[in-house]
């Protein structure tokens, strides 16, 4: 089992950027397929970026595409979303999420293990 935590939410005005960190214990992240969530009020949460475990296959969500990177820190154990360019609607809950899964999914029922989330917002 791996618990996971995340840092790194505040404010920040559209066109800046934000680094969030998710820290694990309990397990190394290079077991899991590591994953990114949002959820912004009223809305359903929605997958944002993944990278895949024992590699460094990733994948985003089209809205993201360009302006956000994940990646994996093996030695901190860690995991990070830099976003750049953000964007009013990039406003939300950020959580990270790790799977069991062997290749990078963007499916949130596939994702065993979550954070209990960061906030982010951007001011327009």
């Known amino acids: 089992q791996v618990h996971l935590v995340e840092s790194g939410g505040g404010l920040v005005q559209a066109g800046g950027s934000l680094r969030l960190s998710c820290t694990a214990s309990?397990?190394?992240?290079?077991?899991?397929?590591m994953g990114w969530f949002r959820q912004a009020p009223g809305k359903e949460r929605e997958f944002v970026a993944g990278i895949r475990r024992s590699g460094w296959s990733t994948l985003y969500a089209d809205s993201v595409k360009g302006r956000f990177t994940i990646s994996r820190d093996s030695p901190k154990n860690m995991v990070s979303l830099q976003m750049n360019t953000l964007k009013p609607e990039d406003a939300a809950v950020y959580y990270c999420?790790?799977?069991?899964?062997?290749?990078?999914?963007?499916?949130?029922?596939?994702?065993?293990?979550w954070g209990q989330g960061t906030q982010v917002t951007v001011s327009s």
């Open positions: 999420a790790a799977s069991v899964s062997v290749i990078t999914t963007p499916k949130e029922e596939e994702y065993n293990y």
């Open positions: 309990g397990r190394t992240v290079s077991s899991y397929t």
